[in-house]
Structures are given as structure tokens and as C-alpha cells.
């Protein structure tokens, strides 16, 4: 079945509904929402084509146990771009900000943790408590990412510098960028330049003793990336994200969605559910249109790709039409999943030890650093590791309507789990993994096995299969320093590609993964020139 959604009163764009579109988007995610929404803005006519019945890619709330929803797969909001809401008025379609990201549990032992505060003063009692070296560490560390924060949000949220013209004009976006950096001041640019190639286990050394203190803070730094702790570069990954974040978004993912899908509908964007895209169709060079699973051809001149680049190049535009160069790096493009996604439905409260009465949102279950670099290292050959380490969240804490009366939702994506497993992925298989995250959370706390109604295991294929996450890949493709400035190659560094009218706008290309719109908002940016 298809489902259509057309425009409302009070748009500002043309809707696609009885013409030919100006720009087709692939894929109703984050991202392509956004782009839409701000095309159709522009006055665009825009038709967003999505494959699934539900939109919202891995940010959709979907339903896993009658009366138990998701509120997405990717749950971290912290990274929605604020310039997006702004262009897009998404205040007025409700989209409710808190100051500042949500407080982080850690577990600190079987049976207690703490709540870890962003704001440093909130968080000092608790982290004097546990250790008067780390409150004043953690001061410090926030004090340079608040110190180096706007620069690097200028990196990304712009588009990256054209590899190909590095000269002249083509040079002046990098030069005003280096000097941004060298305002900074000498001793921070050098602390910069030191941290970004460390691994996000030294530089959680350097500054904390308390081992719950480093994975809580050391998880974004190699989530979802085929990495571990101990892995070269990883400290840039948490640089980016501890930049980038600003206060989460109220009611998670699926509240973005929402908003986002409320914004567009009001611009006059048209979007197309079981509309699964075949093939792009290219003549002489350009794009000429899209074909649907059932032989539908939808004529348009630009195609905007939020799906997976190596979906886009190796699957929907005729490789006759790829340079070899370019087909060559896509195929290279290293991404594999290690994340499992596990929703639990839960009669009754979630009440994590530690946090003096406080609802708990966001918890982050691990041993210690090297602990969750030997969890990593089966995973480089197809094993499934006896223990996971679990980025958890619990979305009735902000919206009860998730579950029934009295009851909540647990969400969890658990690291480290191979997407090629050895032994082959079988019900056995995802059960092992749905154990292992009930354990782990059990030792947090002790009475929630025998309140667990339901539970579901999605492994790496099945997020691929589901979602179209090519390997498993929550970001479309690893963050690491290779692949973060130029992506998801050079040759479609900005967005543009060498087929005239494909531009891409996912999570593949800069800068990156995750709820953040802010691919998306670039390629539209590409496309309004």
C-alpha cells in the first residue's frame, strides 16, 4: 500500500501532488525530511520517496509489543542542529528543547552508579563524592570544549573544503576556517592538534580516575564505528561530539520526526511511503528520473540521496555511469555495524540506584575502558563477546504514551556485536544478545527480569534489512579521520556527484551520522547553490 502526504494550508512551497517534482529525496529520514522541508521553503516542488510504510529511518517510533513504541533506534538528539529548527520554525510545529543534554547514569557497580550532569557545577557533588580530582577535572574538560566548541561547529556545519580547488577562491572558506582555529590561541590550537589523533582511552586517562566517569563520556567516541577505545583517532570522534551537542530534544527522535514532518507538509512537500526507489535513471550523463519497485517512473531532473552512498552508487545509478575512481572508493568505504538494537517492554518503574529520586533517561552500562576493548576484540573475528556495552534509553520517562499506564520502554543499543557473525545469524544467535543486554541491565537493576513483557532483537542484518543500513551501519559509514572530511568521497565531497543532478544528503556524507539534520540541510544547500 502507498500513503501519500500533501501539503496544508498556509505553505510557503508548491506541492509536488499535480507536477512534476523539482527535486525527488530518497528516503524519509532525519535527513531527508530536512532537506525537503527546506527545498520546498525555497519554493522548490518536492516529492520525498520512501521505501518503508512508516517515515523516519531509524529515528521512527514504531510499535515492537501491543502498546509498547519505540521512540527510534538512534537516540541521542543532543547533535539536532539548532540552525535547522530555526530555518524550518520548528518550535512552532513542537519541537521543545531542554538547556542542555540530558544527565548520562553510569554505573559504577552492580547495584549503584551516578548521575553524571553536563553542566559542570551541577555535576561536581556527585563527582567529589566518587573522587575531588575528577569534579575538577570535569570542570576543566568542559571548560575547553565550551572554549573550542563554536570553531568546531563552524567546520561542521559548513560544507568541507572542495578537494578539488584548493586555490584562489576555492581556498578562501579553508582559510577562514584556519583562521578561526588560530584565534583560538596557540596553547588550545596545539591541544587540538595533540588530542584529535589520540585514542579516546589516553585522553579519558589523562583527565579522570573514576572508570565510570571515562565510558560514560568515552561511549560517542566509538559508537557505531568499528572501533574500540584503545583504537588511534577516536578521541576527534568524541571532540565532534561533544561540540556539536546542545540540549536534547524533548520526547527524542521521534519528537524530530514529527516536527520535521509537520514543517515540510506545511511548505507543500509531498511524501510518498511504500515507495521503494529501483533505480536511478540516468541519459547522457544526467538524471532524467527515478524508477519504483513495480516499474513506476517518476520524471525529475534532481535527486537528492539520503540513503546509504553505497546504496546510491552501487545499487540505484547504472554503474555504466560511475567513473571507475569513484565506484572504487565507494566499494572501499569502510562502515560495518557493530551496534544490536533491543527494546524491552517493562511492566512497571525503571528507577536506576544513584540518582536521588531523578528520572533517568540515558544510561551507559560498561565495565572499564580496557574492559570494553576486549569486549571489541572478538568482534574483529565474527564472536559475539560474553559482555556488551550498553547505551540505554528509556523514552516514557519524557512521554508515558510509549506504554501502557504503569509501564515502560527500554531501548538499547548494544556494542560490541558483529555484523559478519562467524556462526551465522539465527534466532539462537539474537537471543544470546538479548540475554547478554537483560544481564547487564539486571545488574543495575536487580528486579527487572522478571518484569520484562517483551523483547526486541535486532541484529546488525536486520537494521540493515529493515532500514537500509548497508552492513549494519547506523552512520552510513565509519567516523574516522580518513573518512570524516572528504565523504563519503572526493569526488562528492560537497555534496554534488559527477552525475548531474544527483546530490547526496545523508548520513554518509560531512559531517556525518546521527539525529542531526545537518547532512541533509547541506545537500539542500548544494542544490539551492
Given at each position: 500500500m502507498t500513503g501519500e502526504t500533501t501539503r496544508t494550508a498556509g505553505g510557503t512551497g508548491r506541492s509536488a501532488a499535480n507536477g512534476t517534482p523539482d527535486v525527488t529525496v530518497i528516503g524519509a529520514g532525519v535527513n531527508g525530511l530536512t532537506a525537503a522541508a527546506l527545498l520546498a521553503k525555497a519554493g522548490r516542488r518536492v516529492l520525498v520517496l520512501e521505501r518503508r510504510e512508516a517515515i523516519g529511518g531509524l529515528a521512527a517510533s514504531e510499535e515492537f509489543h501491543p502498546g509498547y513504541r519505540t521512540a527510534g533506534v538512534l537516540h541521542d538528539t543532543t547533535g539536532f542542529r539548532e540552525g535547522v529548527a530555526d530555518a524550518l520554525a520548528l518550535a512552532r510545529y513542537g519541537l521543545v528543547r531542554h538547556p542542555e543534554p540530558l544527565p548520562v547514569w553510569a554505573a559504577t557497580a552492580p547495584g549503584s552508579g551516578i548521575l553524571l550532569h553536563h553542566d559542570p557545577g551541577r555535576a561536581a557533588a556527585v563527582l567529589g563524592a566518587q573522587s575531588e580530582a575528577d569534579a575538577a577535572a570535569y570542570r576543566r574538560y568542559r571548560g575547553f570544549l565550551n572554549e573550542v566548541a563554536p570553531v568546531v561547529r563552524r567546520v561542521l556545519d559548513a560544507p568541507p573544503p572542495d578537494p578539488v580547488r584548493m586555490t584562489g577562491r576555492g581556498a578562501w572558506p579553508l582559510l577562514g576556517t584556519a583562521l578561526a582555529f588560530r584565534r583560538l590561541g596557540r596553547k588550545t590550537l596545539m591541544e587540538i592538534l595533540r588530542v584529535a589523533p589520540m585514542c579516546v582511552a589516553d585522553w579519558m586517562n589523562e583527565h579522570f580516575e573514576t572508570e565510570a566517569i571515562k565510558v560514560a563520556l568515552a561511549l560517542p567516541a566509538v559508537a557505531p564505528t568499528?572501533?574500540?577505545?584503545?583504537?588511534?583517532?577516536?578521541?576527534?570522534?568524541?571532540?565532534?561530539?561533544?561540540?556539536?551537542?546542545?540540549?536534547?530534544?524533548?520526547?527524542?527522535?521521534?519528537?524530530?520526526?514529527?516536527?520535521?514532518?509537520?514543517?515540510?507538509?506545511?511548505?507543500?512537500?509531498?511524501?510518498?511511503?511504500?515507495?521503494?526507489?529501483?533505480?536511478?535513471?540516468?541519459?547522457?550523463?544526467?538524471?532524467?528520473?527515478?524508477?519504483?519497485?513495480?516499474?513506476?517512473?517518476?520524471?525529475?531532473?534532481?535527486?537528492?540521496?539520503?540513503?546509504?552512498?553505497?546504496?546510491?552508487?552501487?545499487?540505484?545509478?547504472?554503474?555504466?555511469?560511475?567513473?571507475?575512481?569513484?565506484?572504487?572508493?565507494?566499494?572501499?568505504?569502510?562502515?560495518?555495524?557493530?551496534?544490536?538494537?533491543?527494546h524491552l517492554a517493562v511492566r512497571g518503574p525503571v528507577a536506576f540506584p544513584g540518582a536521588d529520586g531523578e528520572p533517568v533517561a540515558l544510561a551507559r552500562i560498561g565495565t572499564t575502558l580496557d574492559g570494553m576493548e576486549r569486549t571489541f576484540d572478538p568482534v574483529k573475528y565474527g564472536q559475539l563477546p560474553e559482555t556488551l556495552t550498553l547505551d540505554a534509553y528509556v523514552p516514557t520517562v519524557e512521554d508515558p504514551s510509549l506504554a501502557p499506564e504503569g509501564c515502560n520502554v527500554i531501548s538499547v543499543l548494544a556494542y560490541f556485536v558483529p555484523y559478519d557473525l562467524h556462526a551465522g545469524w539465527n534466532e539462537a544467535a539474537r537471543a544470546a544478545v538479548g540475554d547478554r543486554v537483560v544481564a547487564a541491565l539486571a545488574g543495575a537493576l536487580p528486579d527487572l527480569t522478571g518484569r520484562i513483557e517483551a523483547r526486541q532483537v535486532l541484529a546488525p542484518p536486520d537494521l540493515e534489512t529493515r532500514y537500509g543500513a548497508v552492513r549494519g551501519h547506523l552512520f552510513h559509514g565509519d567516523h574516522a579521520l580518513d573518512q570524516l572530511l572528504f565523504r563519503p568521497v572526493a569526488e562528492c565531497a560537497q555534496y554534488r556527484t559527477p552525475v548531474a543532478g544527483l546530490v547526496l544528503c545523508g548520513s554518509g556524507s560531512h559531517p556525518g551520522g546521527g539525529v542531526t539534520g545537518a547532512p541533509g540541510a547541506l545537500g539542500a544547500k548544494a542544490i539551492l547553490g
Open positions: 568499528f572501533a574500540g577505545p584503545w583504537s588511534p583517532g577516536t578521541a576527534a570522534n568524541l571532540l565532534l561530539h561533544e561540540c556539536a551537542a546542545a540540549g536534547s530534544v524533548q520526547g527524542g527522535p521521534a519528537a524530530v520526526v514529527r516536527a520535521l514532518e509537520a514543517a515540510a507538509r506545511a511548505h507543500g512537500v509531498v511524501i510518498r511511503t511504500g515507495a521503494a526507489v529501483e533505480a536511478i535513471e540516468v541519459s547522457g550523463g544526467a538524471v532524467t528520473g527515478v524508477r519504483l519497485a513495480g516499474g513506476e517512473v517518476v520524471g525529475t531532473t534532481t535527486v537528492a540521496a539520503s540513503c546509504d552512498p553505497r546504496h546510491t552508487f552501487l545499487d540505484l545509478v547504472p554503474s555504466r555511469e560511475i567513473p571507475y575512481r569513484l565506484e572504487h572508493g565507494v566499494r572501499h568505504v569502510r562502515g560495518e555495524g557493530l551496534a544490536a538494537a533491543v
